[in-house]
C-alpha cells in the first residue's frame, strides 16, 4: 500500500511537472511538494522514524553536493556573461550558416564533456548560444542537441558523467578501458541525431554577428575572466581527482578565486559601476527555481530509493530479463524518468565483482546506457535540468521535438557496442 501510495505521488508529481504550461504552476513548485510528500509518506509509515531521518540527512548530502555544484558552474558561467567574455568566443565565429554552427556546437560540446562534465559543459555551451542565436526556436533545438551531446561525451570518460564516475571509483571500470570500448558508441549516440537536426538547418543563415562594443579595457577584462573561468572550470575534476574530494569542493573554491579576481579587476571602479560585476550579482541572476525544482526530483527519487524501490525495480529486470544488455537497455530508458545515480548504484549493489568483475561488458554496457539514456527526457539528467533552467525549455516540447532523437541515438550507440564485442 506504501509502495503504491510513494509511486502515485511521483507519478502525479511528474506528470506536473510536464505539464506546467497547462497548469501555469511552476515545476520547481510541483517537485518540491512531490520530493517532500515521498518523505513525508515514507516517515509516517515507519516505526524507526529517526533512522528514516538519518537517510534523509545522508541522501541531503549527495544533492546538496550536486546542488553547490550547480550553483557554482551557473554563477562562474553568469561572471563571464556579464564581463562579456562569450564575446571573444562568438568573434572568433565566422560561419553564418546554421548547419555548420550546429556541427561546430556539437563537436565542441562532445569532446569539452568529457574534459569538464556534462553539467558544466551543458550550461556553457547553452549560454554560448544564447549570445549567438536571436530566433527563440533555433536556441531551443541548439538546446537539444547540446544536451544529448554533453550527456554522450560524458559516457566515454570517468570524469564526464556522474555514473561513469561511480563505476571508476566503485572499481567496475578502469579509465583507459572505458574510453576505448565506449567512445565510439559515444559518438554514434550523438552524431545520428545531430546530423538529423543540421538537416533542419540546410540552406539557413544566421545573421552576422555583430563587432564588438566593448572597450580595448573592457575586452582585456572579458579575456581575462573567460580564461580564468574555462581554467578553473578545467581544474575541477582536476582536483577531485588529486585530492579525492568531491567535485563540489573544487567548483567552490574555483568560485571563490573568481571571486578574488573579480574584486581586483574592479577594485579602482566606482562601487555603483563595480556591483554590476560582483558574484553578489551573479548570483541574483542566475536562475534559482531550476535549483529548487532540482532539489525537488532528487529528494522524490531519494525516497524511492530509501523504501528500496529501485532495488526492487532493478531486482525485477534482472529476473525478468535474464539478459545483461536487455537489462542494461532496460535501466538506460528507466534513468530518463528516475535519476541514473541512484540506478547505478542499486546495480553496484545488487552485483558484486565476482559476478561481473572489472571491465566487464556490463559495467561498460551499464555505463553507456544511463549516461545517454536520460537525454531522452529533458530533466532524465542534470545537463538537461540546468539548460532547461537557461533556456526555460517546454517539458513537452522537448520530449515531441528532441525525445525520438535522442532514443534513435541511445539504439545506434547500443548498436556500434554491440557490434564492437562481436568483433573484439
Not at 552524431?191 to 579595457?217: D, L, M, N, Q, V
Request: contains cysteine.
Amino acid at each position: 500500500m506504501v509502495s503504491i501510495l510513494m509511486i502515485s505521488v511521483f507519478v502525479l508529481g511528474y506528470a506536473a511537472i510536464a505539464f506546467e504550461h497547462p497548469l501555469r504552476i511552476n515545476k520547481a513548485a510541483a517537485a518540491l511538494i512531490t520530493g517532500v510528500l515521498c518523505w513525508t509518506i515514507y516517515i509516517v509509515q515507519s516505526n524507526q522514524p529517526d533512522i528514516v531521518g538519518e537517510e534523509l540527512l545522508h541522501h541531503l548530502g549527495d544533492i546538496a553536493s550536486i546542488l553547490f555544484f550547480l550553483l557554482g558552474a551557473m554563477t562562474i558561467v553568469e561572471l563571464i556573461d556579464s564581463h562579456n567574455g562569450f564575446d571573444i568566443i562568438t568573434q572568433k565565429i565566422s560561419t553564418t550558416n546554421k548547419q555548420r554552427l550546429l556541427l561546430v556546437i556539437t563537436t565542441i560540446t562532445f569532446f569539452l564533456s568529457s574534459l569538464l562534465d556534462n553539467l558544466t559543459t551543458a550550461i556553457v555551451m547553452t549560454s554560448l548560444c544564447a549570445k549567438i542565436l536571436t530566433d527563440k526556436e533555433d536556441r531551443l533545438w541548439f538546446a537539444g542537441i547540446i544536451v544529448i551531446a554533453a550527456n554522450a561525451g560524458g559516457a566515454w570518460s570517468p570524469l564526464g558523467d556522474v555514473t561513469t564516475t561511480m563505476l571508476w571509483i566503485g572499481g567496475q571500470i578502469t579509465a583507459l578501458n572505458i574510453i576505448r570500448q565506449l567512445f565510439l558508441p559515444s559518438v554514434a549516440a550523438c552524431i545520428i541525431p545531430a546530423f538529423i537536426i543540421a538537416h533542419r538547418f540546410r540552406g539557413k543563415k544566421i545573421a552576422a554577428i555583430p563587432a564588438s562594443s566593448c572597450t580595448p579595457e573592457e575586452k582585456k577584462e572579458g579575456r581575462t575572466i573567460l580564461f580564468a573561468g574555462i581554467g578553473f572550470l578545467l581544474f575541477v575534476p582536476a582536483f577531485k581527482t588529486v585530492t579525492h574530494l568531491p567535485p563540489f569542493m573544487g567548483m567552490m573554491l574555483a568560485l571563490g578565486l573568481m571571486w578574488v579576481i573579480t574584486t581586483l579587476i574592479h577594485k579602482n571602479k566606482g562601487q555603483e559601476l563595480a556591483d554590476q560585476f560582483t558574484v553578489a550579482r551573479a548570483l541574483q541572476r542566475i536562475d534559482t527555481p531550476s535549483i529548487l525544482f532540482f532539489l525537488g526530483i532528487l529528494l522524490a527519487v531519494s525516497a524511492l530509493q530509501s523504501y528500496g524501490l529501485l532495488t526492487t525495480l532493478a531486482g525485477f529486470l534482472s529476473n525478468t530479463l535474464k539478459n545483461d544488455y536487455l537489462i542494461g537497455v532496460a535501466l538506460g530508458l528507466v534513468s530518463a524518468i528516475v535519476d541514473n545515480v541512484p540506478l547505478v548504484a542499486a546495480s553496484q549493489g545488487m552485483y558484486d565483482l565476482s559476478t561481473y568483475p572489472t571491465d566487464h561488458p556490463f559495467w561498460e554496457f551499464l555505463a553507456l546506457t544511463t549516461g545517454i539514456g536520460g537525454s531522452a527526457v529533458i530533466i532524465g539528467t542534470a545537463a538537461g535540468v540546468a539548460v532547461m533552467g537557461i533556456e526555460q525549455i517546454d517539458f513537452m516540447w522537448y520530449l515531441k521535438k528532441i525525445g525520438w532523437l535522442a532514443l534513435l541515438g541511445f539504439a545506434a550507440g547500443i548498436g556500434v557496442f554491440l557490434l564492437q564485442l562481436q568483433f573484439a
